[in-house]
């Protein structure tokens, strides 16, 4: 079966998830990202970038704990998986975001064929994953242009 049937590759979806091609990585996005910045919410946004990067944590761990076959909560309305957050507890979720996104990776390069109870592949799933990421990146990209329109510094985003 070609890739083109099949999804994306291994390789390819492992670094899709840190960024890559038009896409910033989410480290370059979060390191200097300051609680008090993250939790600002623009006039006029729905959400902070810290929202938003819970948001994406939230799904995280329901994609992980689903392939390491713990039983996830279903979620019954979209606002469960928009977590409050507290800018005491900002850091702790960049890391744990990060480090999510490396075991994510994993999941891509070493288990992308297994199969899930559904008959859907890993890689199909992760697949879903990504592009819910991508979207939810730019969010965050574009709520911290909104809030200091100088970032990312010249050289340092995807500009030229």
């Known amino acids: 079966m070609s890739d083109l049937t099949r999804g994306a590759t291994p390789q390819l979806l492992a670094d899709g998830f840190m960024g890559g091609g038009s896409f910033l990585n989410p480290e370059k996005i979060l390191l200097d990202l300051s609680a008090p910045v993250a939790c600002q919410k623009p006039l006029g946004a729905p959400h902070s970038a810290a929202e938003v990067v819970a948001h994406i944590d939230f799904w995280q ?52 064929e297994r199969v899930l109870q559904d008959h859907e592949t890993v890689g199909a799933r992760l697949e879903v994953y990504l592009l819910h990421n991508a979207y939810h990146w730019g969010q965050v990209v574009l709520l911290r242009r909104m809030i200091d329109p100088e970032w990312p510094a010249a050289g340092e985003g995807l500009t030229w």
Request: glycine letters at 4%; hydrophobic letters at 35%.
């Open 61 to 112: 761990n329901h994609i992980l704990d689903e392939l390491s076959g713990v039983e996830s909560k279903t979620v019954e309305h979209a606002s469960e998986s928009w977590p409050a957050v507290d800018p005491e507890g900002w850091e702790l979720l960049k890391t744990r975001t990060l480090s999510n996104l490396e075991q994510l990776r994993r999941y891509a390069l070493e288990e992308s």
